[in-house]
């Protein structure tokens, strides 16, 4: 018995390392698309901002080949790093960001800022055109109770993507008939290993794009059946980031040539 309790132990770290492996990586190397890999597209954004942000990441995510509207199976790598996130590349302390290679396309613009622990976002999580007819607020306050259910913390299931994270905060959903998109965050307070075995010191961070369905139980569990994540980071921080929507940062349209845009960053 003491030896499968030691075996056991093992697998749990071994699997805790994995999970956590993605915050000893440097930002962008997984998570965002590698200007080296991807089509010499002709389109660029470039965003100007009210205030420096020297250690802000700017994210561009663009809308035709999410992961609910374009199946990866059957594309070639170049293809399956087009369609991820773009991260930008900063100037003037933060204050110019940079897109370049980007395709034609509409893309929403999030923010994130970890030594002012705010996210400033504009996604749109499902477009008006996808859902046949809207529900009526009833329904949509209904359903937006049973994703948080389903979302949440779970003491009923063991594993998953959702098992790693022990805290958990859903920001915005939009209901789409029975399908729906989230917005949430992640944190890991326990412990988390780092690749080399040691225990991390800092708390690993997640911002997730989730689409949920609705399932016909009887409990009316949401399942998951795609998910972006957008920021994964062990920073010092164990609360949430601050979380502020701006409709203006939602499908900025992109073509063949360079576009400049102004955007205001609130605090509140």
Known sequence: MRYVKIALA????????LLAGGSV??????????????????????????????????IAYGQKYRKMRKDRDGTTEEQRENYKP???????????????????????????DDSTMTIHEGISLHHEYEQEAEPDKETIAKYQEEIRKSL?????RIGGWEGFFDNKQIERIEIADVQSGVLMQQMRLGTALAESGEVLKGCIHSIDVVWVERTRTEN?????????????????????????????????????????????????
Not at 28 to 42: E, F, H, I, Q
Not at 45 to 56: D, S, W
């Open 10 to 17: 093992c697998i749990v770290a071994s699997c805790m390392t």
């Open 25 to 58: 990586v440097p930002v962008g190397t997984y998570l965002y698309a590698n200007l080296d890999k991807v089509s010499n597209a002709p389109g660029a954004l470039e965003i100007h901002f009210n205030t420096k942000g020297p250690k802000r990441l700017v």
């Open 86 to 112: 773009r991260l930008a590349k900063l100037a003037n302390d933060g204050q110019i960001a940079r897109f370049d290679k980007l395709p034609p396309d509409y893309y929403d613009i999030i923010v994130v």
């Open 152 to 156: 949440g913390l779970r003491t009923d």
């Open 220 to 268: 009316n569990d949401w399942q998951v059946i795609n998910r972006q994540q957008l920021y994964r980071d062990e920073i010092p921080a164990r609360t949430f980031f601050k979380h502020i929507q701006l409709p203006e940062m939602t499908g900025i349209r992109v073509g063949r040539s360079l576009k400049k845009v102004n955007i205001n960053l609130p605090e509140k």
